[in-house]
């Protein structure tokens, strides 16, 4: 018998779509699904949400519900995390003020950036407490983790651990959605009237959903690199084997130049082409912060809406309780999607044979140019003996320094807020591109670590 320990599964979004996408598993039948939130409303929701679907599809899961991880992580096999320290949207949007007040314009600061560095420290201290409970009760499982920032939260379980890990994001869709617009007309491909790009817009979702689910099927693209900054080292027709790497090289600038203007731009400028879509590619690059070119004005980088997705998130956690209370159909439910966490599972419970398209692993080689033991993002392979990276060979070389400089940031960052260290956060911030002066560095680290103090015991021993 398999047990998937769910750590978050209250969370509205990701909760519903893995709860309902293993539920409905007829290979994991029988297995014990532990769901765990410290939430005790989100909690409940989701646990009768979960006795509702294991009756009405005959899933013959065993199911328990647990406050506490601790409760739930003996014999667990698998450990699925999206554990996030909240408010989610609040702290977000004040990661980003703190550093305006210092002359710091953050493109996004969610995964790169000093908000990217913040981020990570308040979420490695639950993180950290899991994984050394995980070592005790279950040191053989693996810890399936979709929390952000993606390279960061991996890089410390894998260097601060014993524990297995693989990270899964679904931004590689964003890569096909973007190829499937460029070549619509030669793959037959129906773009939806007003879609204006791939920004984190949910008036866009559906629209860019409907260009990923026709193109999906028609392509094979190969991408590598690191979590929301990987580029794509091949596409082919999966009808025919044609390589459409030089076509989309043609198609992608005979578009409206309004649509995703950064890709446009480093796409041109590194002649590869950057998976991830303006807002996720922006956090990265050295040249997004300058306040006299504004480039977020100029490329047209629009934020996150704090305050709606807030909103969105009640909402979504409101749906799911009228699901557990048979007030709604559950029929939409069939067609969830795990990003990636079933078919893990599955494969490697079952000894399938399963192709994925991205998954962030620990880089054993398979790109041969960036830093071993980092975390790095390729597709992969499945089976019965775990998750084996496909080997990509080497980025080219003005490419993989962007990304080993991510990397090295990645990596003092992590270091920094699992031993505490002032010293390794300033280092981390004063190498991050976002930043551009010695004193701004200092004083945004300073405001961080007091504004936050409750989440960072590690920095006040």
């Known amino acids: 018998m398999t047990k998937i320990t769910v750590i978050g599964a209250g969370s509205a979004s990701f909760g519903e779509n893995t709860l309902a996408a293993i539920m409905r598993s007829k290979k994991l039948r029988g297995s014990h699904?532990?769901?765990?939130?410290?939430?005790?409303?989100?909690?409940?929701?989701?646990?009768?949400?979960?006795?509702?679907?294991?009756?009405?599809?005959?899933?013959?899961?065993?199911?328990s519900a647990h406050a506490n991880h601790k409760d739930a992580l003996d014999g667990a096999n698998f450990?699925?995390?999206?554990?996030?320290?909240?408010?989610?949207?609040?702290?977000?949007?004040?990661?980003?003020?703190?550093?305006?007040?210092?002359?710091?314009?953050?493109?996004?600061?969610?995964?790169?950036?000093?908000?990217?560095?913040?981020?990570?420290?308040?979420n490695i201290t639950p993180?950290?407490?899991?994984?050394?409970?995980?070592?005790?009760?279950?040191?053989?499982?693996?810890?399936?983790?979709?929390?952000?920032?993606?390279?960061?939260?991996?890089?410390?379980?894998?260097?601060?651990?014993?524990?297995?890990?693989?990270?899964?994001?679904?931004?590689?869709?964003?890569?096909?959605?973007?190829?499937?617009?460029?070549?619509?007309?030669?793959?037959?491909?129906?773009?939806?009237?007003?879609?204006?790009?791939?920004?984190?817009?949910?008036?866009?979702?559906?629209?860019?959903?409907?260009v990923k689910r026709q193109a999906v099927p028609l392509l094979d693209i190969r991408a590598a690199g690191t979590n929301h900054f990987s580029w794509i080292l091949s596409v082919h027709d999966k009808r025919t084997g044609e390589d459409l790497y030089p076509l989309l090289r043609k198609r992608f600038f005979e578009l409206d130049e309004k649509f995703e203007p950064l890709t446009r731009r480093i796409f041109r400028d590194f002649g590869m082409f950057p998976v991830p879509g303006d807002t996720h590619l922006c956090?990265?690059?050295?040249?997004?912060?300058?306040?006299?070119?504004?480039?977020?004005?100029?490329?047209?980088?629009?934020?996150?809406?704090?305050?709606?997705?807030?909103?969105?998130?009640?909402?979504?956690?409101?749906r799911l309780n009228e699901m557990a209370n048979s007030n709604m159909s559950i029929e939409g439910l069939l067609d969830a999607d795990s990003e990636g966490a079933l078919e893990v599972i599955e494969n490697i419970t079952c000894a399938g044979n399963h192709y994925?398209?991205?998954?962030?692993?620990?880089?054993?080689?398979?790109?041969?140019?960036?830093?071993?033991?980092?975390?790095?993002?390729?597709?992969?392979?499945?089976?019965?003996?775990?998750?084996?990276?496909?080997?990509?060979?080497?980025?080219?070389?003005?490419?993989?320094?962007?990304?080993?400089?991510?990397?090295?940031?990645?990596q003092l960052g992590v270091d920094a807020a699992v031993e505490g260290s002032y010293e390794k956060a300033l280092q981390c911030l004063l190498l991050d591109p976002a930043i551009h002066d010695l004193d701004s560095a200092k004083f945004i680290l300073d405001d961080y670590l007091k504004t936050y103090k409750e989440h960072l015991p590690q920095f006040w021993k």
Not at 285 to 312: Q, S, V
Not at 359 to 380: D, H, R, Y
Request: glycine share 8%; with cysteine; charged share 20%.
């Open 127 to 210: 993180l950290m407490e899991i994984i050394r409970d995980m070592e005790q009760a279950c040191p053989d499982a693996w810890f399936i983790n979709f929390t952000n920032p993606m390279v960061r939260i991996c890089d410390a379980v894998n260097r601060h651990s014993k524990i297995k890990v693989v990270g899964l994001c679904h931004q590689i869709y964003t890569g096909y959605a973007m190829v499937g617009v460029a070549l619509a007309k030669e793959l037959g491909i129906k773009v939806p009237e007003g879609l204006e790009g791939m920004h984190a817009d949910v008036m866009q979702h559906p629209l860019q959903h409907e």
């Open 33 to 63: 699904l532990a769901l765990v939130d410290r939430n005790p409303q989100s909690l409940d929701i989701v646990h009768r949400l979960a006795n509702r679907l294991n009756k009405e599809w005959n899933s013959g899961f065993i199911i």
């Open 79 to 122: 450990v699925v995390s999206a554990i996030e320290v909240g408010p989610r949207e609040e702290l977000w949007k004040s990661d980003y003020d703190i550093t305006l007040k210092y002359g710091v314009h953050q493109p996004y600061a969610e995964n790169g950036g000093p908000g990217g560095f913040i981020h990570t420290a308040r």
């Open 356 to 410: 994925h398209l991205a998954a962030n692993l620990p880089n054993v080689g398979q790109i041969a140019n960036l830093p071993l033991g980092s975390i790095v993002e390729t597709p992969v392979m499945v089976d019965g003996a775990g998750i084996h990276p496909i080997h990509m060979g080497a980025l080219p070389e003005p490419v993989a320094e962007l990304c080993r400089r991510e990397l090295m940031i990645a």
């Open 283 to 318: 956090e990265y690059l050295p040249w997004m912060t300058d306040p006299i070119a504004k480039p977020w004005d100029k490329f047209n980088i629009r934020l996150y809406d704090w305050e709606l997705m807030a909103g969105l998130r009640d909402f979504s956690l409101d």
